[in-house]
């Protein structure tokens, strides 16, 4: 098993920045890629950027609402991802979701993440 915890959300007003993180433990050599994912209330949990295990390189992709805003990274020897949000708007708030997936490739659909964080909340206000 692995688990995930966020941290790093919260309140913010429009135009501000937040930095999440999440940190993995457990069975961490078993996970490949990881993703970020949010859910606004009322609405599915969607797609926000995912990383390969070796990082950069092309192997990043974002979301088209939040390319050029949102940066991912990882630190492999601290088995933590981050999430860096830029200029947020309010339409940004939503649950954010760490995930963990057992593929080599970065994937950008829900059901290809087998290992999911709580959740951290962010709220931008406008």
């Known amino acids: 098993q692995v688990q995930l915890v966020e941290s790093g959300g919260g309140l913010v007003q429009a135009g501000g920045s937040l930095r999440l993180s999440c940190a993995a433990s457990?069975?961490?050599?078993?996970?490949?890629?990881m993703g970020w994912f949010r859910q606004a209330p009322g609405k599915e949990r969607e797609f926000v950027a995912t990383i390969s295990k070796s990082g950069g390189g092309g192997r990043i992709y974002y979301a088209d609402s939040v390319k050029g805003r949102f940066t991912i990274s990882r630190d492999n020897a601290k088995n933590t991802v981050y999430l860096q949000m830029n200029s947020l708007k309010p339409e940004d708030t939503a649950v954010y979701y760490c995930?963990?997936?057992?593929?080599?490739?970065?994937?950008?659909?829900?059901?290809?993440?087998?290992?999911w964080g709580q959740g951290t909340q962010v709220t931008v206000s406008s």
């Open positions: 457990g069975r961490t050599s078993s996970t490949y890629a």
């Open positions: 995930a963990a997936t057992n593929f080599v490739a970065a994937v950008i659909r829900v059901y290809e993440y087998a290992y």
